[in-house]
């Protein structure tokens, strides 16, 4: 619990602003594993389980999220180079980010992802999953596989690209981008926030990760 009380202080809980959701490159599924890409969807999503409520854009702690402790439902996709990715990685802790490639948060809090979770190892038994969502062609800086593959360093942890009708999203409680969702080893809600939150916050999200049981 205090654990998690400092986890939250680190990441401003008070949820700092994000992206509402309306409206030849190269895919890793797992680092140093590399294929055309071949699609910006996944063509199907198959969730197990109920999905979470919608995440509070007005919750100020802990307490007001009832989906803590609960289990989070397993959502089953593709990634860039249409391989098959299960959220969550059974029996470690696995850290969920949404973002929406024309959000402005998102292209903010991208290079920081890559700063936090990307350029260092990560501790043993913490998994990362980013999941594009709400990809739309006619929008700023299509297509996400270019977004996030093409830059040095590129994202080289697992993608589950969501659908056209953002099931991904749906299942898993998104209200705002960017959306963090920490799941258990034993695949229950630890926590979920929205907004950016820099290079230290999610410094602090893979510390609260690798702490869980």
Known sequence: MLGFLAFLVLLGFALRTGQTPDGGQMAADSPGVVHPVQQEFSATVTVSGSALEPLD???TSAAQDPTLG???P???GEDFAGNTVT???PGE???VVF???WCPHCQAEFPRL???WITPDLPQGVEVVAIPTAQADDRPNWPPSEWMLGGQPAWDESVLLDTPNQDAARALGVTSYPYFLVIAPDGDVAARVAGEQGVE???AMVDFAAGLD
């Open 57 to 59: 854009p007005n919750a």
């Open 70 to 72: 609960s289990p989070a």
């Open 74 to 76: 397993t959502v089953a």
């Open 87 to 89: 959220v969550p990685t």
């Open 93 to 95: 802790a696995t850290i």
């Open 99 to 101: 973002l929406a490639h």
């Open 114 to 116: 890559l700063d936090a």
């Open 201 to 203: 916050g999610l410094t």
